[in-house]
């Protein structure tokens, strides 16, 4: 048995974006975690729910994925204060709830967008509100939803964005399509087309498809093609991205009227286009469109083995929920054209239960009865077709579809003719041929070889242009290369020049650098003999720094000798004195030659060297305690020797007069001072009976007192003693400078 076309093209369907995969969200999703500005990353995380929702299959972890994005960008919408974005959100919401499985839930969500469109006058929202209600009501509410189409179309007239209201209007063509109004649709279209060529924009094959879709529904095929031509001559004339993505739709509507015109050479040819730009495209609802079509003009052409093996890898490759109805009732057909109805069963087992179920209607309701009358007449079991024909005819009453109303009389004929009624079935075969010769008419097909004349006349015209404009083209390449060519060899003798004077210069350089590597090699010997020198005179410094050290430890244990042979006291201590102040002058020498700094003191580790010393040296039943406190100083020799000296004098007085046979504390500080016009302070003090005469630096004849002034004085320093339950000796004086 013949197959008739029976697929309703669905206009929209082809044009939409399908398939994203998981690259496209993985891409998005990074850019979001890189955005800093809110509102752009509210609109990404918009972008990547709506990837996820329209990802194939209904995941649960998707939708999950697809909730939580858009109430994510929802929140920043509303923290940006973008309430049109925001409702937006609440829309979106709504129709993840409706894949979920939650159609109460989503219905009130939608509702709650709406109110909140409206309360904030959010018109753009509003109108895509108005358009997704629309979208949910069944066409056979024709009155309610095409009331909310206008109320859309009321709120999007409001709106800056001037691509809103084609788009509705083009979904209301869509939906007058389905419910058989195609003259409706046929307006709607038009009207779309107009306001987008009052925007500049040229791309309109997406109307002159559908346009060309609902005049192939009315069998004014002529003008049909006449459409579908010029929105093909669009899309490849234009060759801009959107242009480009509804390639496969142009060449499919194409197909589609060739088909309808038996022109079987140019629809498979069509279809073969359109089926490889959706492949190529990865899109699964356009892949599907056009394979059922496909398909179908396979099974004309006598390859029924091939349209199987097509649909089998196709549901295969792109598993899908999407056209169930549309695949049970094309392998339907199939298997009964093979008279092979043990296979064709199960699909039509199929039909019968989406039959029963009462939900469905329209295009696919229809279809599905075409296809369980065909299985019941290959079945043999002609008297169940009636009722199905029966309700095919109420149905077309509501239509004008001339394509439906043929293939119905075909049925009845074929029905009729098995049943043995013979006037009935030549009535109905009448009807059948008139319609069918209309379409194939000798005239009409002239009329059509000329149309399609004309269309390959100016696709000639057309490549003419581009092979003189490629020619120009050319020619400016050519031109170009010789400038670049020129250019080139300009660019080459200029840099055999550079190279040269390059080549000069780094020539100089190197006679240069030889001569000042030779005197750097000088100076490196000159630095090693100077190196040499200096650590022969420090050696030579150490060495006199041992002797003059030792030679004051021989002076001291020759004084140490003759105060063995003294008697009188004061001439005892007065040697004593002398073998101290010594001491204090050895310990600096010592220090200086068991160290590799020659010229300086540390002062922390002289002052407690010094006072372990003369603590050890007056060996006596007093005990004495020192407490000293000094910050990190060092000390030039030349300044080292007198804070020595006046040190010596200090502690020596404090041990011998201060405590009168009783326990005492000797305090000793040397700090880094502020604020006055001296660097360094040196503290002496003592807890013992003090001074019993006021004594200062003009009236004191004593030979210790004269002699730390003498040494304060050489020190360029400030000496200052009180006495006041204990004495209290300082010294203030500046750093030479360098020192550290």
């Known amino acids: 048995m013949r197959i008739y076309l029976i697929l309703s093209f669905f206009i929209l369907s082809i044009f939409n974006t399908f398939g994203q995969d998981n690259t496209t969200i993985h891409r998005l999703l990074d850019s979001i975690s890189h955005e800093k500005d809110p509102g752009q990353k509210a609109r990404m995380l918009y972008d990547a729910a709506k990837c996820y929702l329209e990802k194939p299959g209904e995941s649960k972890k998707d939708l999950d994925s697809a909730l939580w994005l858009n109430r994510t960008s929802q929140k920043l919408h509303l923290s940006a204060n973008l309430k049109t974005e925001a409702a937006l959100n609440m829309l979106l919401d709504a129709r993840i709830q409706e894949e979920m499985g939650k159609p109460d839930l989503a219905k009130s969500q939608k509702k709650a967008s709406l109110l909140f469109a409206n309360t904030h006058q959010l018109a753009k929202a509003s109108a895509m509100i108005y358009l997704s209600m629309a979208n949910d009501i069944k066409d056979v509410d024709f009155h309610q939803k095409t009331s909310l189409f206008q109320q859309a179309l009321e709120q999007a007239k409001k709106t800056s964005d001037k691509s809103l209201e084609p788009k509705i209007l083009m979904e209301q063509s869509s939906f007058l399509s389905n419910y058989g109004d195609y003259k409706g649709a046929i307006e709607t279209a038009h009207r779309a087309a107009v306001l987008k060529k009052q925007t500049g924009d040229k791309n309109i094959s997406q109307e002159l498809v559908s346009v060309a879709g609902n005049l192939r529904m009315l069998l004014r095929l002529k003008e049909a093609l006449k459409y579908a031509l010029e929105a093909r001559r669009v899309v490849e004339n234009e060759n801009t991205t959107t242009t480009k993505d509804d390639l496969a739709a142009v060449y499919n509507i194409v197909g589609l ?108 309701r229809h279809i599905m009865m075409v296809g369980i009358a065909s299985y019941l007449f290959a079945d043999g079991q002609i008297k169940q077709m009636y009722p199905y024909l029966a309700e095919i005819e109420r149905s077309l009453t509501k239509e004008s579809s001339l394509l439906r109303l043929s293939e119905l009389r075909k049925l009845y004929y074929l029905a009729d003719s098995a049943r043995g009624d013979f006037k009935s079935a030549f009535a109905n075969f009448a009807a059948f041929k008139s319609i069918s010769d209309s379409i194939n008419s000798v005239e009409r097909a002239k009329e059509l070889t000329a149309l399609q004349l004309d269309y390959d006349t100016e696709k000639k015209d057309h490549d003419i242009v581009l092979l003189k404009q490629k020619g120009q083209l050319q020619k400016s390449l050519l031109e170009r290369e010789a400038i670049i060519r020129n250019v080139f060899i300009g660019s080459f003798v200029v840099l055999l020049i550079f ?83 010594m001491h204090a002058m050895s310990l600096i020498h010592q220090k200086l030659y068991q160290t590799d700094n020659l010229s300086r003191i540390d002062m922390k580790w002289y002052i407690q060297e010094l006072t372990e010393y003369l603590k050890d040296s007056f060996q006596s039943e007093k005990s004495v305690k020192f407490e000293i406190q000094v910050d990190p100083i060092t000390l030039d020799v030349a300044q080292a020797v007198p804070v020595g000296l006046i040190l010596n004098e200090a502690i020596n007085n404090a041990i011998k007069h201060a405590f009168a046979q009783r326990e005492g504390t000797v305090f000793i500080s040397f700090r880094r001072i502020r604020a006055t016009p001296y660097d360094l302070l040196l503290s002496i003090a003592d807890n013992g009976i003090g001074i019993q005469k006021d004594l200062s630096s003009s009236d004191s004849d004593s030979f210790g007192m004269n002699l730390m002034q003498g040494l304060t004085s050489q020190l360029d320093g400030e000496f200052k003693l009180t006495s006041d339950q204990g004495v209290f000796i300082s010294i203030q004086f500046s750093q030479k400078e360098g020192e550290i």
């Open 499 to 581: 190279a040269g004077f390059l080549y000069i210069q780094n020539a100089i350089k190197k006679r240069s650098n030889a001569k000042l590597t030779l005197k750097q090699e000088e100076i490196n010997t000159q630095n090693e003999k100077l190196k040499q020198l200096i650590a022969e005179k420090e050696w030579l410094l150490k060495e006199i720094h041992h002797r003059v050290k030792n030679n004051m430890q021989i002076i001291i244990s020759l004084l140490n000798t003759q105060s063995a042979y003294l008697e009188n006291e004061d001439a005892i201590n007065a040697i004593q004195n002398s073998q101290n102040r």
């Open 257 to 364: 009227i060739y088909y309808d015109l038996k022109s079987n050479k140019e629809a498979l040819e069509n279809y073969q286009k359109a089926f490889e730009i959706a492949k190529s495209k990865g899109d699964r609802y356009g892949i599907h469109t056009i394979t059922l079509n496909l398909a179908t003009i396979l099974s004309r052409l006598n390859r029924v083995s091939d349209a199987l093996d097509l649909l089998n890898n196709v549901t295969k490759d792109y598993a899908s929920d999407i056209y169930t109805i549309r695949y049970a009732y094309l392998y339907t057909m199939l298997y009964t054209r093979n008279k092979d109805t043990k296979k064709a069963y199960p699909y039509y087992q199929e039909l019968l239960r989406y039959y029963k179920a009462g939900n469905i209607t329209g295009q696919e």
